[in-house]
């Protein structure tokens, strides 16, 4: 990496961390209209967020797949007990789920892209109904990513 291009990611990070100083909130306002409309996992050409997905192993080559997901959001309810002895404290309240729903993302879009396997993902866009994740899938058999030193590991994960 040259060192342009190190600014350019370090401008693109400042401006995901003071959304509201720049134009982003609004721009991605916009994009979430869209997004609502999309199916709900969706294949995209290249990562929203350039400078996260580098961060992350994400390289613009052959056997790289990124793949956007929208999972519900909120909090989830446990439901009161309808029979038999109620206890004084039901566990209704601060109940916690075992994965987050960055992971269940990333399980969804692993479970509809079998053949690919699962690099990382991050936090893109959430409104008051949706959260949006992005995915990055790293194709084992493609013969780029095995001859990749810093990515190859992938492929000797095999099942």
């Known amino acids: 990496m040259n060192h342009g291009e190190s600014k350019v990611y370090k401008y693109q990070a400042r401006s995901w961390a003071e959304q509201e100083e ?11 209209i869209h997004w609502r409309k999309e199916s709900t996992i969706r294949r995209i050409d290249k990562p929203t967020r350039l400078n996260k997905a580098r961060s992350l192993g994400y390289k613009a080559k052959q056997g790289f797949v990124v793949a956007r997901v929208r999972v519900r959001r909120g909090g989830l309810r446990k439901p009161r007990p309808s029979s038999g ?4 404290r039901m566990g209704v309240k601060r109940y916690v789920p075992a994965k987050s729903l960055k992971q269940i993302a990333a399980e969804r879009v692993a479970k509809k892209f079998p053949n690919l396997k699962v690099l990382n993902s991050y936090w893109v866009w959430e409104d008051g109904k949706y959260k949006w994740f992005e995915v ?5 058999n493609n013969p780029v990513i095995v001859s990749d030193p810093d990515v190859n590991w992938i492929c000797r994960e095999r099942k």
């Open 22 to 32: 720049s134009n982003l909130v609004e721009l991605m306002r916009q994009r979430a």
């Open 85 to 88: 002895r109620r206890q004084k």
């Open 136 to 140: 990055i899938l790293v194709d084992p």
